[in-house]
């Protein structure tokens, strides 16, 4: 049941933040290019989906994206692999099981909902700090996906300044935000520093 509402609630937020990405009155309040791969950005929106994300792209167009939205203090990763063809009913949940790797050696890892958002994008939602200090401790993240669906691996070269630069944009988030918003909490992963 849990993993029902859980479901709903994420639907929601997608369709929320569909909404949001199309806003043309959004304010780009943080920016920063990590390197070649990764850059993070955070954005204010008019109807309330402040969020800051890190983004990746690959050569073959599938991408990777990393956000954490503000209203609900929710991390997820929205992830598109142009090699998937994914049969089943988009708006499905489903589970994988995700691992980290090392220096070539299996760290940890365990298994992840997702939610199929079409033949080649999934969603991983409600991820924790634990999960971002994964991103950034390690150097391969492993999908190990089920029945006929391709596993997904992704480097994670540059992520521990991409992570670092989010908790950045957190902060910036906050102090922009303390005129207009109540003091709130927000509590960024405690293994990253800022840059």
Not at 7 to 15: E, G
Not at 94 to 113: A, L, P, W
Not at 172 to 189: G, L, M, N, R
Request: hydrophobic share 45%; net charge negative.
């Amino acid at each position: 049941m849990k993993f029902i509402m859980t479901t709903i609630a994420m639907l929601m937020m997608l369709i929320s933040t569909a909404i949001a990405e199309d806003n043309t009155n959004d304010t780009v309040f943080f920016q920063k290019n990590i390197d070649d791969l990764w850059w993070v950005e955070g954005h204010t929106y008019q109807d309330n989906f402040d969020r800051c994300f890190m983004e990746r792209h690959w050569d073959d167009g599938s991408l990777m994206q990393v956000v954490f939205r503000f209203d609900t203090e929710e991390i997820y990763v929205w992830l598109e692999n142009v090699s998937w063809n994914i049969g089943d009913e988009p708006n499905s949940a489903f589970t994988t099981r995700v691992n980290f790797n090392k220096n070539n050696k299996f760290v940890g890892g365990g298994e992840i909902g997702y939610i199929l958002i079409n033949k080649n994008t999934i969603v991983l939602p409600e991820l924790s700090s634990v999960f971002m200090d994964a991103l950034a401790d390690n150097h391969e993240m492993a999908l190990i996906m089920p029945g006929d669906i391709m596993n997904a691996y992704i480097p994670l070269n540059g992520t521990s300044k991409a992570v670092a630069a989010m908790v950045s944009c957190i902060k910036a988030h906050k102090i922009d935000s303390k005129i207009t918003q109540p003091e709130k909490e927000v509590s960024p992963w405690s293994k990253i520093k800022p840059e």
